[in-house]
């Protein structure tokens, strides 16, 4: 007998999550122009925070109908397949997205800079300060160039990076701790296929707790940039780029770690077996994911 296809009822989710993303980004857009505007009262915050909530809100319900239609056994074999291509395709999307932030910081070091210092058939030597050196990281912007050379300060005044993060810091240690998360997810799967659940829940948990350590680490590595070494988001191009590709990979770290913390819950909960665990398989995909990007970053980004 041919195997069927579950259709599920008719649902109003599909709505309300567009209506609750669309929201957020519309208090997110507010929330960066009036900010610009130097409005300290901007509604934009809460605007944001209502729209996360919902956003939240009806991911929780989405989920939950998902999980308790997979306990009821209404999945089957097709139904499983387009979990599978709709993970894929999620994580294609998180590709492409991190590739617009490395292919603007290749633009910038390899294109834009050079120009900038009279190399190519797009030189513009000689049309900016005197003294200019066209090398990465950019450790002056205008305004301070603008100061040394004719003693103006202007009202706005954006200042560069005092020192740049070392590698060998933080980073390394961020570096060790995500790539043994990686080892340890593995574990865990090969754990969970072999049926050996106590071993499986050891792995994962220790995961999840070297991937908030990781977050940990980076909160720390901000403060110290912030506070010590001059290193902001408006301190130029370099700082622009660095806060843009490290903030998005701490922030998808982080849900990395729930989604994880999620699936141990639930396998504790019982909810997986040896050939049917697809939604921790689809959240350690996502891991290994975010740690590629991760190597990705501490070459391009810290190393070279």
């Known amino acids: 007998m041919a195997s069927s296809y579950y259709v ?3 649902s109003r989710l599909p709505i309300a999550a567009t209506l609750a993303s669309s929201i957020m980004m519309i208090g ?5 122009v009036e900010s610009g505007q130097g409005n300290v009262y901007s509604q934009g ?77 797009k030189g513009v030597s000689n049309m900016l300060w005197e003294g200019f050196q066209a ?8 305004s301070q160039a603008l100061e040394a050379t004719t003693g103006v300060v202007e009202a706005n005044k954006v200042a560069g990076p005092g020192e740049i993060i070392p590698w060998s810091g933080l980073p390394l240690v961020n570096t060790i701790l995500l790539l ?30 070297l991937g908030f350590i990781f977050v940990g680490f980076q909160a720390e590595e901000y403060i110290i940039a912030y506070t010590e070494l001059g290193l902001t988001l408006e301190s130029g191009v370099y700082g622009a780029t660095f806060f843009m590709l490290t903030g998005f990979h701490g922030l998808h770290v982080c849900i990395g770690a729930i989604m ?45």
């Open 180 to 209: 043994s998360s990686s080892v340890t997810v593995h574990f865990a799967h090969t754990a969970l296929k072999a049926g050996n659940r106590k071993s499986m829940s050891r792995w994962l948990a220790a995961t999840v707790i």
């Open 28 to 32: 997110a857009g507010v929330w960066v």
């Open 135 to 142: 090398t990465w990281p950019l450790m002056q912007t205008p």
């Open 260 to 304: 994880l913390s999620i699936m141990w819950l639930r396998h504790r909960k019982g909810h997986f077996s040896e050939k049917d665990h697809f939604g921790f398989e689809a959240a350690s995909w996502y891991w290994h994911f975010v740690d590629v990007v991760w190597v990705g970053l501490f070459l391009f980004v810290y190393i070279l």
């Open 45 to 121: 915050p809460t605007i944001f925070s209502v729209g996360l909530v919902a956003v939240l809100a009806v991911m929780w319900v989405w989920f939950s109908t998902v999980i308790r239609e997979h306990q009821a056994g209404m999945n089957n074999a097709q139904l499983q397949r387009s979990y599978v291509w709709g993970m894929g395709w999620f994580i294609f999307s998180e590709v492409m997205f991190f590739a617009a932030f490395f292919g603007a910081l290749f633009y910038v070091r390899n294109f834009s800079i050079p120009w900038l210092g009279g190399e190519g058939e």
């Open 8 to 10: 599920p009822e008719q």
